[in-house]
């Protein structure tokens, strides 16, 4: 495997229903992201981990929880959704902190929730 | 904070024809400024990014991007386009301080007809 890897790629879940979506970053990052693109909307931070330790949660609900047990994995753990969750969810990692700058974020291919 | 303003949420142009796609940013100091592209049911692909360094930039699938501080604006073109080059693109902003947060744009839809 290559990059970022995220599964499933698709998933359909009723609203009482519990589960995960998974990450793995073949990159050695130290920087990995939860971005959710909903349709008509600009794509939004979720949440942010440097080395394992969440740095940023934008005002996401309790519903959503993130897990990063290393480095190179980020889990997000999802319960008692509401239809308006229905997105594609993308992770991503970088490489924080190097010297020149730039800090590109290397995207995954998603997976596509469906509540129902 | 950083924002940025794609222009056009759709863009067509014929097969051959140039690319223009735009994008504004607003930033207190230059920012990173970066083209990602996105093909149906897939993720997001860095397609260059402005660092400091040359003012314009070459990337991917030939396109390139000049920036331009005294417009705010970071534009992204290709001098003749392809039926492969239809997909969704997106500008997106990074502060050179402080917090990592890359801040996109909402989109361009670029349809190329034949």
């Known amino acids: 495997e290559t990059g970022v890897t995220q599964t499933p790629r698709h998933l359909v879940m009723g609203m009482t229903n519990k589960k995960s979506l998974k990450c793995e970053q073949h990159?050695?990052?130290?920087?990995m992201y939860w971005y959710k693109q909903s349709a008509k909307k600009p794509l939004e931070l979720m949440f942010v981990y440097n080395f394992k330790e969440q740095t940023e949660n934008n005002s996401v609900p309790s519903r959503f929880s993130p897990e990063c047990p290393n480095s190179s994995h980020l889990f997000l753990h999802l319960h008692t959704l509401q239809p308006e969750d229905s997105a594609l969810y993308l992770c991503?990692?970088?490489?924080?902190?190097?010297?020149?700058?730039?800090?590109?974020?290397?995207f995954g291919p998603g997976t596509r929730l469906t509540v129902t | 904070a950083q924002s940025v303003t794609q222009l056009g949420s759709h863009v067509s142009v014929s097969e051959g024809a140039l690319v223009l796609l735009r994008c504004n940013y607003s930033s207190s100091v230059p920012p990173y400024l970066f083209w990602y592209v996105q093909y149906p049911n897939q993720g997001l692909q860095l397609l260059l990014k402005y660092t400091s360094a040359a003012t314009l930039v070459k990337g991917i699938n030939g396109f390139e991007a000049e920036f331009k501080k005294s417009e705010t604006s970071f534009h992204l073109t290709k001098p003749s386009a392809h039926m492969s080059d239809a997909a969704e693109y997106f500008c997106a902003v990074r502060g050179r301080q402080g917090a990592q947060k890359l801040v996109f744009g909402q989109g361009t839809r670029l349809t190329i007809n034949p």
């Open positions: 990159l050695g990052h130290n920087a």
């Open positions: 991503a990692s970088s490489q924080e902190g190097g010297a020149g700058g730039g800090y590109e974020q290397y």
